[in-house]
């Protein structure tokens, strides 16, 4: 069974650096796209930042700058630098992923609380 599992939230102060990780577990064929959504109370799910097996990545234009995706293939697990952190940027953080196995479906992590304090 395919997992997703999220490292690295926690508290910080608003100027301060936090680090994600998500690590895929069980198996499967490939991992064609991994993304970072946040959802903050009382607001929809939105996507912070993506990046496709190739490398390309993409971003919100509110972290632009800020915040750094990167993917380690070899281990499966794609990551969140965070830095300048705003109290704006207090969510949920959930990790996304398109994986292949008998078919291609979209899988989401359990999420991880960032929480920027001023």
């Known amino acids: 069974q395919v997992q997703l599992v999220e490292s690295g939230g926690g508290l910080v102060q608003a100027g301060g650096s936090l680090r994600l990780s998500c690590a895929t577990s069980?198996?499967?064929?490939?991992?064609?796209?991994m993304g970072w959504y946040r959802q903050a109370p009382g607001k929809q799910r939105e996507l912070v930042a993506g990046?496709?097996?190739?490398?390309?990545?993409n971003y919100a234009d509110s972290v632009k700058g800020r915040f750094t995706i990167s993917r380690d293939n070899a281990k499966n697990t794609v990551y969140l630098q965070m830095n300048s952190l705003k109290p704006e940027d207090t969510a949920v953080y959930y990790c996304?992923?398109?994986?292949?196995?008998?078919?291609?479906?979209?899988?989401w992590g359990q999420g991880t609380q960032v929480t920027v304090s001023s």
């Open positions: 990046i496709i097996s190739g490398g390309r990545t």
């Open positions: 069980g198996s499967f064929f490939s991992i064609s796209y």
């Open positions: 996304n992923a398109v994986i292949a196995t008998m078919i291609t479906r979209n899988y």
